[in-house]
């Protein structure tokens, strides 16, 4: 079955550097995969998607994620975190297996320092 | 266009009574979803409808009733409720025929069960 694994509960970042998020998945075809923020309080808003082509790819709120298949990850990253970009961050897989679905990681809490 | 909408946003129930959760999508979306979220273990798949007239269960559904009233509502019944019910429920819906697995969610209900 298919799994997401986000290692890092929580992680602090200043203000002005740059972000990477970690997400490694577990399929056996190429896989489905997005990243969710979730804002204090909100639902969920989709960040960014990978299907196929470009393993680079570009998302809302300058953020980008890059799928490596030989390491099967798929990281979040951004090069200047702003303040407002502190929330929890999922990382998701399509399930292929009966009606399609998504499994989801645990999250990972973004802090930003001042 | 307002969406995926939820009600109420908070709750607090006693231990064996019952209520339900009310969720509506205007994105005439085919699928609709339940989830819940507990710290440390993301969003866990309660129920979901792939279609109006179809439901099934999903990761979680032990406790936990729905309804897919129509194209538009889902709603997540909780018999007799016990503290370990006590999460934030977020409904989502998705569109399989536009974009495989990407779905939108609604912001959430916050229960307590005590």
Redesign the interface.
Known sequence: AQSVTQPDIHITVSEGASLELRCNYSYGATPYLFWYVQSPGQGLQLLLKYFSGDTLVQGIKGFEAEFKRSQSSFNLRKPSVHWSDAAEYFCAVGDSTGFQKLVFGTGTRLLVSP | NAG?TQTPKFQVLKTGQSMTLQCAQDMNHN?M?WYRQDP??????IY?S?SEGTT?K?EVPNGYNVSRLNKREFSLRLESAAPSQTSVY?C?SSE?AIS?????????TRLTVT
Do not use: H, I
């Open positions: 995926v699928s979803y440390g273990m993301g969003l866990r798949l979901y792939a099934d999903g977020f989502a399989q495989l697995y990407e779905q939108y969610f609604g912001p959430g």
